[in-house]
């Protein structure tokens, strides 16, 4: 976070080759691993929540009650709140395992922290 | 005005003071300055980022426009906690590992070019002050009402109190006053809840069933389509609520106080669960106010519904309730307004002066000295803006900062992170044609020509459709990045596996 008394001559990093590091299996690996959740699950929760106001704007049918008068608008409306923290609850547990392979990758290629610049 | 009001406002002022005295001890480097030497932790940043997103047109304006418009005001809701998933899937971590201080310095991370690092730096400031005019136009108003003093006093007041957070305390003043507000607003909104559900002896099912005649919209108050009646413009919102929040400067900004992405994606995490919360219970407050305020009285106490709250408050506990209430909405206030002031004196003196016309050769000590000028000048310019903007439709100002977020934002952050072939050129139109075309289609939309004299700052049939233009311009943004980066022949393949590297591992970042 100080970035006051780290040595400049140090350039250890800029010469780094990332495109051998990026073409590397285990980063495509994570690559691989990140997509399969990322994509699907954007996918997912995008179409979910765009898909509420066209539902409702052009058809009645979530106006039919769901219990007494509570109506299936509400159950959708909470359920879009549900559904935010449980992709934030998978999400958490599937970056624990991107972080591993992110580390992975950075060792194999003899990365360490102190050589930021 | 009540001596509660009184003793309780000066209690907040004084906590804020505290804390910034305490602050501006630790505040030295310009990292310290920015970012609070990115030393926060995760539940720390979390609460921040609460305290810097539940603004007083969350807090205030949801629970109005639920006690108004029933259904279609909790849309608003939804739209600010899902966007929390395009902040934690897309935005959040490349963040942390690619920039130091600003958005700038993430795309910039890409392009090293001076024309992307002022375009990133342009629409951040627009942003950043049409938002900031919305919030002390709010404030001044509601202060006004809550305190019964004049509109510029209260401009003025908050102006000064946001100024002295920043200037002396920077991120880590600014921080902690989003810290104590975000706690003591759900305080608050934990309170007024809990005596809407005692009313109805904690039944929901009894609550949706008296909701029904309560108001005078019948049952239609309970299903959507009261306010919103037109499927494009309802979309359109929607689109804006849920993509502008990941291209917000002063949210974004909160993501350089942590250490890594590991804990930038933790913050998200207490963040969601926080707002989310918190956006539940203004189901409770908004219908509590329809039920027990009544819309006769909220309409005519403010006319946008946004004294709901505080009214439900004193209809349910009194005076002091009512105060603590008011006190938890002046907190509020101030901390959203510290947080934008910081995010775009750090566009200012970090971007423009530290990068672009210093070329990054700045010691700390002009650095800081030029981010609280910048400080000054940023706050000294929208408290001026907003003396002058007293009649101006709030909702209008932040809905457009939200469309321009999400329009000129949003899609240079997501093709930097995610497009090989991206280009310079490419960044800079993609820029240019979000924030040209959010703000033009504004302009020619029924929030600034209104046919009905007065209704709007031009009497007119609008040009354009829409109230907010996202559903076009967001799509005209992606378009015109993509666009520019086809017309464009430079594309460094080298350049973009250094990026995904760093954005993906978090290593070799600049600490």
């Known amino acids: 976070m100080k970035d006051s008394k780290k040595p400049i001559e140090n350039e250890t990093h800029v010469v780094q080759d990332f495109q051998t590091i990026e073409a590397s299996p285990s980063f495509r690996g994570l690559m691989r691993k990140k997509k399969r959740f990322l994509i699907p699950s954007t996918i997912l929760f995008l179409g979910l929540y765009i898909l509420f106001p066209l539902i409702i704007s052009y058809s009645d049918v979530l106006n039919a009650s769901f219990i007494g008068d509570i109506s299936w608008s509400w159950v959708y409306a909470l359920g879009l709140f549900i559904m935010t923290w449980i992709l934030v609850t998978i999400y958490m547990k599937k970056a624990a395992e991107f972080d591993r392979l992110a580390e992975a990758t950075l060792k194999e290629f003899n990365y360490k922290e102190e050589n930021n610049l | ?511």
């Open chain 2, 1 to 511: 005005m009540n001596p509660i009001v009184i003793s309780l406002f000066l209690f907040i002022v004084a906590i804020t003071l505290v804390i910034t005295y305490f602050a501006a001890k630790k505040t030295n480097t310009a990292s310290e300055f920015y970012t609070a030497g990115g030393g926060l932790t995760g539940w720390q940043n979390g609460l921040a980022i609460a305290g810097d997103y539940l603004s007083a047109a969350s807090f205030l304006g949801i629970a109005g426009a639920i006690a108004l418009y029933g259904f279609d005001g909790f849309l608003f809701s939804i739209g600010y906690l899902v966007a929390y998933l395009v902040v934690l899937f897309i935005v959040a971590e490349p963040l942390r590992n690619l920039g130091k201080y600003t958005l700038a310095d993430m795309i910039n991370s890409r392009f090293n070019a001076k024309k992307v690092r002022a375009g990133a730096a342009l629409s951040s400031i627009t942003i950043v002050i049409f938002y900031m005019i919305a919030q002390l136009v709010g404030a001044g108003a509601l202060i006004q009402l809550l305190f019964d003093i004049p509109y510029w006093i209260a401009v003025l007041l908050v102006g000064i109190m946001m100024t002295i957070y920043v200037l002396f305390g920077g991120m880590t003043a600014t921080s902690w006053v989003q810290i104590i507000k975000a706690v003591l607003l759900m305080a608050g909104t934990v309170i007024i809840s809990f005596l809407v559900l005692m009313k109805f002896n904690f039944n929901i099912f009894d609550m949706f069933t008296f909701m029904k005649t309560a108001t005078p919209h019948g049952a239609d108050y309970l299903n959507p389509g009261v306010k919103y009646t037109m499927p494009l413009d309802t979309l359109s919102l929607m689109i804006a609520l849920v993509l502008g929040t990941a291209g917000l400067p002063h949210i974004l900004m909160r993501f350089f106080t942590v250490r890594d992405a590991k804990t930038a994606r933790s913050s998200v995490m207490w963040a969601t669960w926080i707002v989310g919360i918190f956006y539940v219970m203004t189901i409770f407050l908004g219908f509590g106010a329809a039920a027990f305020v009544g819309q006769d009285l909220i309409v005519s106490t403010n006319p946008a519904g946004n004294m709901a709250a505080p009214l439900l408050a004193q209809a349910l506990g009194g005076d002091l309730l009512m105060s603590f209430v008011s006190a938890v909405a002046f907190a509020t206030i101030l901390a959203v307004v510290a947080g934008l002031v910081l995010s775009g004196a750090s566009a200012f003196a970090h971007d423009i002066y530290g990068q672009i016309i210093k070329k990054g050769k700045v010691t700390d000590r002009e650095q800081m000295l030029a981010a609280r000028y910048a400080s000054v000048g940023v706050a000294a310019f929208s408290i001026i803006l907003a003396l002058f903007a007293q009649s101006l439709n709030v909702a209008f100002l932040v809905s457009l900062a939200f469309c321009i977020a999400a329009s000129a934002n949003l899609p240079v952050i997501v093709y930097t992170i995610f497009w090989k072939k991206f280009n310079t050129t490419g960044a800079i139109s993609a820029m240019v044609t979000g924030l040209v075309s959010a703000i033009v289609l504004v302009s020619i939309s029924p929030s600034v020509m209104n046919p009905v004299e007065g209704a709007a700052i031009f009497t007119g049939n609008p040009i354009f459709p829409l109230t907010n233009p996202a559903l076009v311009s967001v799509p005209l943004g992606f378009i015109g990045g993509w666009l520019g980066t086809l017309l464009s022949k430079e594309s460094n393949e080298k350049k973009y596996a250094e990026v995904k590297v760093k954005a993906n591992t978090g290593g070799f970042r600049q600490l």
